[in-house]
């Protein structure tokens, strides 16, 4: 069956200038997480989406972060104003949390550059 | 807060060495321990879990005891092959796990030479 995807797999932007970053789940998976991997290091945590309830936001590094989910399926990262420390591979998770699963299933992730 | 720390790399081995890559983790509670694989160009995927203490995890050879006296997870395989080589990532989250994001360790780079 599908992965995860998230498009596009490359993005270089201007600093300044607005991106849009977008994660396509698993078919049913109601839990949703965006991740940011700097060169060289872990795995940050940015937001996270479970179901209808509110997102948890606690992860997010500025208010020019942000991002939505509609329902259970697509979400969207948006980076506003980006900075050159925005640069950095996003990767996107799902899982199914509804059945007790522990395993999160990652997308190939967008490698953003801020030029 | 919950943290995991893993052993720096790389860690270059020549095929068929005995591998074992550091693990341990400061959380609260009973977390379940993961470790995840990256192999060049490819997203991170699930290589094994233990969800409660003396559990081990196994896959593809690889294996890892969840150690509650040392908060450990170390990750260990017998014989490696050139194709083991990938950065991986220990990384821990509550038992419901699928509500909260994980915490990853920053992932060990091994590097496997014919």
């Known amino acids: 069956g599908a992965g995860v995807s998230q498009s596009p797999s490359n993005k270089v932007t201007e600093k300044g200038k607005d991106v849009e970053l977008r994660c396509d789940p698993i078919?049913?998976?109601?839990?949703l997480y965006w991740y940011r991997q700097r060169l060289g290091q872990g795995l940050e945590f940015l937001i996270y989406f479970q179901g209808n309830s509110a997102p948890d936001k606690s992860g997010l590094p500025s208010d020019r972060f942000s991002a939505e989910r509609t329902g259970e399926s697509v979400s969207t990262l948006t980076i506003q104003r980006t900075q050159q420390e925005d640069s950095a591979v996003y990767l996107c998770a799902s899982s199914d949390s509804t059945r007790g699963s522990y395993e999160q299933y990652f997308g190939p992730g967008t490698r953003l550059t801020v030029t | 807060g919950d943290s995991v720390t893993q052993m720096e790399g790389p860690v270059t081995l020549s095929e068929e060495a005995f591998l074992t890559i550091n693990c341990t983790y400061t959380?609260?509670?009973?977390?379940?321990l993961f470790w995840y694989v990256q192999y060049p160009g490819e997203g991170l995927q699930l290589l094994l879990k233990a969800t409660k203490a003396d559990d081990k995890g196994s896959n593809k050879g690889f294996e890892a005891t969840y150690r509650k006296e040392t908060t450990s997870f170390h990750l260990e395989k017998g014989s490696v092959q050139v194709s083991d080589s990938a950065v991986y990532f220990c990384?821990?989250?509550?038992?419901?796990?699928?509500?909260?994001?994980?915490?990853f360790g920053s992932g060990t780079r091994l590097q496997v030479q014919p």
């Open positions: 078919s049913g998976h109601t839990a």
């Open positions: 959380a609260t509670g009973y977390p379940s």
């Open positions: 990384a821990l989250g509550p038992r419901d796990t699928g509500r909260r994001a994980l915490t």
